[in-house]
């Protein structure tokens, strides 16, 4: 259940946009569709996907006009779209992770993972206001 995959509310697609294959110093991004999945929360800064976002971040999305855990895709749609910067950090080479910038509505982290023939998604972790750009530019959205 918690890694059900929402559709983006616009396109009804499972795909929120894609990221582009990209070389940052000796790491190579590999190129993925972007997945925002239902996720879970399991407590402070602990969990992935919508429901983790919407536990923690729930009232920076009613700034923003989102107001129910169902417009967690539409809140995602508005940071993660066609040509939001992409951002890479090296620190934790336990999980390639990617930062999506979009400086006047948020930010979502963006985690690689494989299914199971071996094919790249990038799964939504969490996404929250703020415009920290760090890391190497790597790229834009598809």
Known sequence: MSNRPLL???TGLVTFGRVPEAQ????RIESGDIH????????PNRGFGAAHIWAEHQKEMAQRGFFAEADV???VAAIVCVGTP???TAGDMRNTRLLAVRSATGMAVLEQHYLRDAVVVWSVVTAYSGNRKGGSLVGAVL
């Open 86 to 88: 992409l951002y890479f």
């Open 8 to 10: 983006h509310p616009t």
């Open 24 to 27: 940052s110093g000796v790491y």
């Open 73 to 75: 895709p539409s809140y």
């Open 36 to 43: 925002l999945r239902m996720g879970k929360h399991t407590g």
